[in-house]
């Protein structure tokens, strides 16, 4: 195997100054010999989710990047806005390590039968610290993939698959009978259509732009809404009285499309309500913001009565809540249907070093639909 | 009994008209015979809360009034403005009853022997239609006031003191362990100080005038924050850590406000954070909004983490949920503590014919602190 008796690796970093910057860069770390219940994964492939921009960036303005450094070894520089400081005070002046997720092959492994066994396999990691050569991780947090599976195809088996099955169990869970999506056309709402085909759920995809609209009914989505549409409060009624969706994942979060979807949601409950109550309708509609595309303030205009609520979800809090076992039976789907259900797609593989190079940062940040970048630490060194 | 015999009575209506106007009106209506299970209540005292002027108003500005009619049966007609049109579609053409609460003497009885022991009884009611002379009832819905109570000390057994302990209920059955509170001066904001008072519960007034501030600490109330003070979010910030309040419920609804709350209970949730989270406090916040003094859209800016919700908040649903039992409780503490924690207070009692005076509309229309009215449909009659 190569590498693997290696005993450093990059990994990249991100840390706030006290001058109100984020400086990104590359820094060698050791390679720790992994403990017996332990292993060493070679990273292969690390997506750049929009969960992970928000370690990277904290907030920083990358407009005002600036480049220094070497090639092997770039720093970026970014200024963070004063609304953002504030928000990234708890994390001034650590250097912390960024990546949710990844795969890679399992090149060193602690004395454990458990750590043995993975020796060799390729592998679905997550826990932080992925965006680097190596990965120390317990082996019972290994994920492995399939035989034939590369580590770019399983590279994305957590955030994406579990939050969309999270999103549907959820629903369940809370007693709605179908969903809305926005941003519906990424790669997470074309994992959630996948899903909701599969299971026979009802799902309302919510996209900006037409484009999006013919990418997913291609796939095969029934209801599409354009939100930039004149006709979109009356498509999107038609779609939630159709399907009896009352629940919404908004991953926009800023602006008034939160509060658009509570007021189509109450009248299509109201369509078929026999007589004027003036609280609204008695059916609960639930927006849960998961993301935040639009980091400005969410607008919501209460034309829907009063039985509604917004709040925020996040994969993690869902996990420890539904507990292990259930949990591992997600993920366990996951690595099944990996290049299936759950099969991602990306625009283009860049090393650390191009990670940090100004022109890629600046198509990535954007975290625009098919825009989606995958980090292959090793890419070059092998 | 005076009126024992009344075969008829004057009622408040309130009718959306198709030009986009409110028209309120009294009109005589028929005093029926009582079912066995029934009674006839001379309603003496009914309140003017902001949860009837929704209903009342129609979401008209009442400054467009206009009187027309006679002194006995004056007619006020009010221009509902476009964005509320639609929310009053679902009543046009309807001439509805208006009132929620009400207390009186019981002056005609139905043959069951239920009815018939509340005969000449005082008794406070609610559901609806209580601007009126006379309202009948079943017997099992009327809560008899304990001897000496006068009806205008019993109107409001109902909407306040239930709201006032639905939300201490609510705190507690959502697993939080003292509250915060908008408006915090009105009626049921002093009620709820004197609950949670005797009950030991931590509670966070927020008013918006020093001169309310200072009328709650009379009463004896630990934390009041003035949110019009340049130093409210450090003044809120304070008295949430010193009481852990992770829940509010706030009765204005538009503007800031409720994603201040939040962002001061995230702020205190942190003060004792040992590291650094990208998704903010795992301390699940909440405001529950139950009234709508600004109806203006809520505006959130999200900069409090993940761990955060904002929904509806109504008595009806809230006392549906605990069951007959659980209600009733709380309904005979109500009426066995109505003299002290329960009191209320009016401005002005008026009749039926005085509540739609332009000149009274003007004043309580405005649901300002220490304005409340008092109808009685009786004065002068008896």
Redesign the interface.
């Known amino acids: 195997m190569p590498n693997a008796s290696a005993t450093t690796g990059l990994q990249l970093r991100s840390e706030v100054k006290p001058e109100g910057i984020v400086e990104l860069s590359l820094v060698s770390v050791a390679v720790p010999e992994p403990k017996p219940e332990e292993v060493i994964v070679r990273v292969d492939a690390s997506p750049i989710n929009p969960s992970d921009q928000?370690?990277l960036f904290a907030g920083a303005d990358m407009s005002t990047a600036k480049a220094s450094g070497t090639a092997d070894h770039p720093v970026v520089k970014a200024t963070i806005p004063p609304a953002a400081v504030?928000?990234a005070a708890?994390?001034l002046g650590?250097s912390?390590p960024v990546g949710n997720e990844a795969a890679g092959v399992v090149v060193q492994a602690g004395a454990s039968p458990a750590a043995q066994a993975l020796l060799g396999k390729t592998v679905a990691i997550l826990g932080g610290a992925m965006y680097a050569q190596y990965r120390c991780i317990k082996a019972v947090q290994c994920l492995v993939l399939p035989p034939g599976t590369t580590p770019a195809e399983g590279a994305s088996c957590f955030v994406n698959p579990l939050t969309a099955l999270g999103m549907v169990a959820t629903m369940r869970s809370e007693g709605h009978k179908a969903l809305v999506h926005t941003a519906a056309a990424s790669n997470l709402g074309q994992m959630l259509n996948k899903i909701c085909m599969k299971d026979s759920v009802g799902l309302v995809n919510i996209v900006r732009k037409p484009e999006h609209a013919d990418l997913l009914r291609k796939i095969g989505a029934a209801y599409v809404c354009n939100s930039s549409a004149p006709s979109f409060m009356d498509e999107l009624t038609e779609a939630l009285v159709a399907t009896g969706a009352t629940i919404a994942f908004d991953a926009i979060?800023?602006g008034?499309l939160a509060?658009k979807i509570l007021a189509a949601m109450e009248a299509a409950a109201?369509r078929n309500?026999k007589e004027?109550?003036?609280?609204g309708s008695?059916t609960h509609k639930q927006v849960y913001?998961?993301g935040?595309l639009d980091?400005g303030?969410?607008?919501?205009?209460?034309?829907f009565?009063?039985?509604?609520?917004?709040?925020?979800?996040?994969l993690?809090?869902f996990l420890q809540k539904i507990g292990f076992e259930a949990a591992q039976k997600l993920r366990e789907r996951v690595a099944a249907e990996v290049k299936t259900t759950f099969a991602s797609t990306y625009t283009k593989e860049v090393s650390l070093a191009g990670a940090l190079q100004l022109a890629e940062i600046a198509v990535y940040s954007k975290q625009a639909t098919g825009e989606k970048y995958l980090i292959n630490p090793n890419k070059g060194s092998k």
Chains 1, 2 share one sequence.
Request: aromatic share 12%.
């Open positions: 928000g370690l504030k928000a708890g994390r650590q912390l979060g800023g008034t509060g109201n309500a004027y109550s003036r609280y008695t913001i998961y935040g980091r303030p969410t607008e919501i205009h209460r034309t009565g009063m039985a509604w609520g917004v709040g925020g979800w996040l993690t809090p």
